[in-house]
């Protein structure tokens, strides 16, 4: 059984790594450091949320608030956990742990990511802009996507 949660800041060190080689596995080099989840789970306004499969994690969604908005910075789950809801489970998750004044959602996703477009699409974001050149290896351009919520 997949089990959810929030990964907070004093985590075991272990989490952070897990979560980095998770990462770096599905993005490559742009993939976090452990360091960078572990500065992101202490910031009063990030949020880490993973999905465990026997302990190990098979999906990671990070992201952050910032007045009247929330942008999510990375989406990562296992090949081998693909297609059985858990990255539609993470968005889920994230949105309904957003602060009551929150509007939009943003996020960035590689032009070429069809599967992630499709995802977000169906998780109610919307295409809203392309950032020319915003990945590099290989360099590409990123869809800027947006989902309006209005909590408040």
């Given at each position: 059984?997949?089990?959810?949660?929030?990964?907070?800041a004093g985590?075991?060190?272990?989490?952070?790594?897990?979560l980095?080689?998770?990462?770096?596995a599905?993005v490559?080099?742009?993939?976090?450091?452990?360091?960078s989840?572990?500065s992101?789970?202490a910031?009063?306004?990030?949020?880490?949320?993973a999905?465990?499969?026997d302990?190990?994690p098979?999906g990671?969604?990070s992201?952050?608030t910032?007045?009247?908005?929330a942008?999510?910075?990375?989406?990562?789950?296992?090949?081998?956990?693909?297609?059985?809801?858990?990255?539609?489970?993470?968005?889920?998750?994230?949105?309904?742990l957003l602060?009551?004044?929150?509007?939009?959602?943003?996020?960035?996703?590689?032009e070429?990511?069809?599967?992630?477009?499709?995802?977000?699409?169906n998780?109610?974001?919307?295409?809203?802009?392309?950032?020319?050149?915003?990945?590099s290896?290989?360099?590409?351009?990123?869809l800027?996507?947006?989902?309006?919520?209005?909590?408040g």
């Open positions: 059984m997949t089990e959810y949660r929030r990964i907070n985590e075991d060190n272990d989490v952070y790594e897990a980095s080689v998770l990462d770096k599905c490559g080099a742009d993939g976090w450091s452990a360091e989840f572990r992101e789970c910031k009063e306004n990030g949020i880490v949320l999905a465990f499969e302990g190990v098979a990671l969604l992201g952050y910032a007045v009247g908005e942008d999510i910075t990375s989406v990562a789950v296992a090949p081998a956990y693909r297609r059985m809801g858990i990255a539609r489970r993470l968005v889920a998750d994230f949105e309904a602060p009551e004044d929150t509007e939009n959602i943003y996020l960035e996703v590689r070429s990511n069809e599967g992630a477009i499709a995802l977000y699409r998780c109610g974001f919307e295409k809203l802009s392309v950032r020319r050149r915003f990945y290896a290989p360099e590409e351009d990123a800027v996507m947006t989902k309006t919520i209005r909590k």
